[in-house]
């Protein structure tokens, strides 16, 4: 039982534009998202979080939206580059004493032509 | 300032053999988290070690795992009798905090089963 879900396994976008990448949770305990971004052969890289007291977070390029009534969030990239291309994983926690595991989803390949 | 290091990167067993998996956190960092991704999945939380002690095992398999998180020396993820599905990419994870949502990641240890 998948309880973060990304259910677009790849995505293409041209080098320049928007890139959006969406997950949803079934979980309503999880309080806390973070994007990770993955190389191969390489451990994941956290790239931004939110909590569920926020329903926007903007970090650069990368701004993360959370609509909660939805169970969805979402990552945006503008402008994207070809350094972008990538596995992007989304992930969830309790952030309660004790409760420390992520739960992700399982990724988006993300190409960004030159 | 190292980061979290895994050794070895890549490691071939005979089904029946043991495997050990070896992760040294970053410098200061004394909480540890093992998550494995199998192929075309997310990746699955395992375990949550601080030092000398398994804070929580709840994703570890109940027979033939087993991790540790010595006083001194790496943590370590060890996996007896290995069988053909245990091939996988296992990642290690540490932070200074018992905040999962803080954790960086090691390159991984591939784990080909033969």
């Known amino acids: 039982d998948q309880q973060v879900k990304q259910n677009s396994p790849s995505l293409s976008v041209q080098e320049g534009r928007i890139s959006i990448l969406n997950c949803d949770y079934t979980?309503?305990?999880?309080?806390?998202f973070l994007w990770y971004k993955k190389y191969p052969a390489e451990g994941p890289t956290f790239l931004i979080s939110?909590?569920?007291?926020?329903d926007k977070n903007e970090d650069g390029r990368f701004t993360v939206f959370l609509n909660k009534s939805a169970k969805h969030l979402s990552l945006h990239i503008v402008p994207s580059q070809p350094g972008d291309s990538a596995v992007y994983f989304c992930?969830?926690?309790?952030?309660?004493?004790?409760?420390?595991?992520?739960?992700f989803g399982k990724g988006t390949k993300l190409s960004v032509i030159p | 300032n190292a980061g979290v290091m895994q050794n070895p990167r890549h490691l071939v067993r005979r089904r029946g053999q043991e495997a050990r998996l070896r992760c040294s956190p970053m410098?200061?960092?004394?909480?540890v988290y093992w998550y494995r991704q199998l192929p075309e999945e997310g990746l699955k939380f395992m375990v949550y070690?601080?030092?000398?002690?398994?804070?929580?095992e709840s994703g570890m398999p109940k027979e033939r795992f087993s991790a540790e998180f010595p006083k001194e020396g790496p943590s370590i993820l060890r996996i007896q009798q290995v069988v053909r599905g245990d091939s996988a990419a296992y990642f290690c994870a540490s932070s200074p905090y018992g905040r999962n949502t803080e954790a960086f990641f090691g390159q991984g240890t591939r784990l080909t089963v033969v």
């Open positions: 410098k200061g960092h004394s909480h």
């Open positions: 992930a969830a926690s309790v952030s309660g004493a004790g409760s420390y595991q992520l739960t």
């Open positions: 979980n309503s305990m999880f309080d806390y």
């Open positions: 939110i909590s569920s007291i926020k």
């Open positions: 070690l601080q030092k000398e002690n398994i804070i929580d």
